[in-house]
């Protein structure tokens, strides 16, 4: 803590009272640094986001569409809705002396859950039968097709393994003996 004062004087340079406070210089923060996946899936265990200076702060603050979060360096997110983009904004505070804000945005990807569409009673031999995932959303998703015992013989983009569409050729069904596992598919 520093002292300054002042000296008062007239025109006719008569000394008047000596004035004195006293100051303190606090560095303003510089903005910090978010350290974190920026991408995450719903359901994933999260990876905590830790807000970093270089300099020594007073509190760190959170928040997101200006609704305060949580303060303190390491923020663990909670459960979080899948397809949100979430904007979160850091804020560095040496007592009163608020830094620059950081911005960082943290998108939640949805977990894929396709249902498969296509027949599933098939009179053999049948060729080229479609099948297909019904998830709207295929962009930025692969897709893994196996069909036990058969082969895919069609895919309209080349690859099975990237491919929301697939045709298969059914033939010969295999017939269950008596004595044989009941839960095993007939048709493969």
């Known amino acids: 803590m520093s002292i300054f004062k002042a000296i008062i004087t007239n025109d006719y340079e008569c000394p008047g009272d000596t004035a004195q406070a006293s100051y303190e210089l606090i560095a303003i923060p510089e903005a910090p640094q978010i350290l974190g996946d920026s991408i995450i899936c719903v359901n994933e265990d999260l990876s905590p986001l830790i807000a970093k200076t270089d300099i020594r702060t007073d509190s760190i603050v959170w928040s997101q ?20 983009i979430y904007e979160l904004e850091v804020l560095a505070y040496n007592r009163y002396c608020q830094g620059p804000p950081t911005v960082k945005e943290v998108e939640v990807r949805k977990i894929p859950t396709p ?11 049948r060729l080229q ?10 962009l930025n998703y692969h897709f893994s097709w196996k069909v036990t015992g058969k082969q895919i013989t069609y895919v309209p983009t080349g690859s099975a393994d990237n491919s929301p569409i697939v045709y298969i050729d059914w033939k010969n069904p295999r017939h269950r003996h008596p004595n044989s596992n009941p839960d095993r598919p007939l048709w493969l």
């Open 65 to 84: 569409e200006g609704i305060r979060l949580y303060e303190g360096d390491t923020l663990i997110m909670g459960e979080l809705q899948g397809g949100e």
């Open 115 to 125: 249902a498969i569409l296509g027949d599933s009673t098939i009179c053999v031999p």
């Open 129 to 138: 039968t479609p099948y297909s995932v019904d998830t709207v959303e295929t």
